[in-house]
Each structure stands twice: as structure tokens, then as C-alpha cells.
């Protein structure tokens, strides 16, 4: 039930984000004049909610050959609520945007590449520095939320990884 609710939530995220006249192909990809857009979403853990529902949207500038662009992401927090219907209820949102850019780093002797989103100043809640957040690229396409530093988690139970939404 609380994975059913999660999920209305992410795709109802999804709808908003994918509302305008792009063309999609097989990949997975959309696309707006020549620049291309990619829509990620998960729930990761959270300390103070029982998951927070991600939802990233990467639209990549063909002007610097697809290596970085703008973002957009919201971030749900859920916390099971046996009242209603859905068994889970919405206890924060928030939503920031900036530009991300890919890159490659050598991390305990091999190549990863990651993206790495930089929140505008605005949108920075106040905070003079924004501080970024760091996705390594997966093999299937995902994106695996890191730390600065590119380790994943050292508990494999903890999934930290935001799948492309078709």
C-alpha cells in the first residue's frame, strides 16, 4: 500500500515535468528543439520521513555536446499515515534548479562518471552557498545519489538510486 501511494505521487511528479510538446524515442529521451531531456525518479531514504520521493529532470544542451545543462528537482517527504486513504501523507516539498554538468573522476582506481547539480543561489533557501549533489551514472542509465567524495553507501539495503521514467 505505502509503495502504491509512493508511486501515484511520482508519476502524478512526472506528469507535471513532462507536460510540454516534446518527442520521445525508444531510449528514453525527449526531446526539445535539438537539446534533449531525461526524467529520473525514486525514493530514497530519509532520517525524519519513511522516503522521499525524487524526481529529476536533466535537459542537456546540444551547444556542449549533451555534457551538462539545466535541472529541475522535487523532493516529497512521506510519512505513513493510517488515516487516509493512501496510507501516506506528504510532510515537505521542495524544489530547486540550476544548471548540472557530467564528469569523470578516478575513485578507488577506476574512471566514474557522475553528474553534478548546482543548485541557483536563489533557490538555495536562504544558504549563501549552495551546496551540490552528486549522481554517479550507472550502467542501466540510473543515477545513484552520492556524497562528495563518489562512495556509495556502504549498506546495500539503502537504495539511493532514481531510475528514467518513460
Keep these: ?3 502504491t501511494a509512493l508511486l501515484m505521487l511520482t508519476v502524478m511528479a512526472s506528469l507535471g515535468f513532462t507536460a510540454c510538446n516534446n518527442t520521445c524515442d525508444s531510449s528514453k529521451t525527449c526531446s526539445k528543439g535539438n537539446d534533449k531531456e531525461v526524467l529520473y525518479s525514486g525514493v530514497l531514504p530519509a532520517a525524519d520521513a519513511d522516503g522521499t520521493v525524487y524526481t529529476l529532470k536533466l535537459e542537456f544542451d546540444e551547444e556542449h555536446n549533451y555534457t551538462d545543462g539545466d535541472f529541475t528537482m522535487v523532493e516529497t517527504s512521506m510519512v ?3 488515516v487516509s486513504v493512501q496510507g501516506m501523507k506528504v510532510v515537505a516539498t521542495s524544489y530547486s534548479k540550476g544548471d548540472f554538468r557530467k564528469e569523470s573522476k578516478v575513485v578507488d582506481g577506476a574512471t566514474v562518471d557522475y553528474i553534478r547539480l ?3 543561489a536563489k533557490d538555495a533557501l ?3 552557498s549552495a551546496s551540490s549533489d552528486y549522481f554517479i551514472i550507472n550502467a542501466d542509465e540510473s543515477l ?3 556524497g562528495a567524495d563518489l562512495q556509495k553507501a556502504v549498506n546495500p539495503e539503502m537504495n539511493y ?3 528514467v521514467v518513460k
Design 1 to 3: 500500500m505505502k509503495k
Design 80 to 82: 505513513t499515515d493510517t
Design 118 to 120: 548546482v543548485p541557483d
Design 126 to 128: 536562504g544558504t549563501p
Design 144 to 146: 545513484t545519489m552520492v
Design 161 to 163: 538510486t532514481l531510475t
